[in-house]
């Protein structure tokens, strides 16, 4: 079974806080919306918060299930209302399985680079070419909606920081809230 990962970069919009009990309940809403298309195996979750800019924000979403959209797992109700909270940036996907990142370190630095780090593999962490598909569109392993731009993601946990940042800019996120769901709890 093929194993993706959508991390998505987005920014907290002005007079909203991350502690707000509504995001948490949206974030616990969107995540039971989101295990009713899950293959059974559990997918993972993860919402960081960078460490340099605190209103970008990094969702990190490991799945099983590559043909449906991520407008196809959650409702636009949903949606309108996590566009509420925050404003999106970008969004990748990568054919790689979640739980080859370091996320559970709890703090992680990220590459977003447009070229692949030289002798990527003996960097910290995990990389992979990552394509840029629009938010709430489209199947999520590109299907019909043509290429997307290809970017390089480089993920490490903060020991590694240091090292990865040769390649490039990097930005350190701190997680803030973590879930693995398994749809057959969900339902």
Known sequence: ???????????LNKGHSMIETVFSGLWAETLVADASHT??????????????????????VGYHSPKTSLGERIS???????LEFVTHKELYILDMNVQELPLDSGNIAML????QPGDSGSLPGRGEWG?????????ADGGDEGEGKRTWIHVASSEG????????????FSKILESHIDSQAAE
């Open 1 to 11: 079974m093929d194993c993706h990962t959508k991390i998505w970069l987005a920014t």
């Open 39 to 60: 293959s059974g195996n559990g997918d993972h979750y993860a919402l960081f918060q960078c460490d340099e800019q605190p209103d970008l924000l990094a969702i990190i």
């Open 76 to 82: 636009e109700k949903t949606a309108a209302r996590l």
């Open 112 to 115: 977003v680079s447009e070229s």
């Open 131 to 139: 394509k840029s598909v629009p938010f709430l569109v489209g199947p």
């Open 161 to 172: 920081a240091d090292q990865l940042g040769q390649w490039g800019i990097i930005k350190n």
